[in-house]
C-alpha cells in the first residue's frame, strides 16, 4: 500500500500564488508518475500536472506558464508550484501516484484551494 499526505492549500487571492506539497510513503514502486488532479465545484476531474520518475512533465493547457511541478525523489515528494492564480483554479486538488508496473492509483485525501477576486 501506498499513503499520500498533501500540505498547502488555503485562501489565496487572485493573482498569488501558493505551494502544494504531497509527500509518498510506503510500497512505492521505483518507477512511477506523481501529479495533481484537481475537482472544481460541480464540474469532473480533471488532471493539472504529472512528473514521471525521469523527471518528465504533462501539464494542463489552462495551467500552462503559471504551475510548475516537481519532484524530490529521494524524498518520495511532489510539489506543485501555482503562481497567477485565478478564480478559475478554485478547486479540491488531488495528489496521486500511479504505479506503472502494477497499473495501480494511489490518491491523497485533497486539498481545498480557493482563489477569491
Known amino acids: 500500500q501506498v499513503q499520500l499526505v498533501e500540505s498547502g492549500g488555503g485562501l489565496v487571492q487572485t493573482g498569488g500564488s501558493l505551494r502544494l506539497s504531497c509527500a509518498a510513503s510506503g510500497n512505492i514502486a521505483r518507477i512511477n508518475i506523481m501529479g495533481w488532479y484537481r475537482q472544481p465545484p460541480r464540474k469532473e476531474r480533471e488532471l493539472v500536472a504529472s512528473?514521471?520518475?525521469?523527471?518528465?512533465?504533462n501539464y494542463a493547457d489552462s495551467v500552462k506558464g503559471r504551475f510548475t511541478i516537481a519532484r524530490d525523489n529521494a524524498k518520495n515528494t511532489v510539489y506543485l508550484q501555482m503562481n497567477s492564480l485565478k478564480s478559475d483554479d478554485t478547486a479540491v486538488y488531488y495528489c496521486?501516484?500511479?504505479?506503472?508496473?502494477?497499473?495501480?492509483?494511489?490518491w491523497g485525501q485533497g486539498t481545498q484551494i480557493t482563489v477569491s477576486s
Open positions: 496521486y501516484l500511479r504505479d506503472i508496473v502494477r497499473r495501480t492509483d494511489y
Open positions: 512528473i514521471i520518475t525521469g523527471g518528465a512533465t
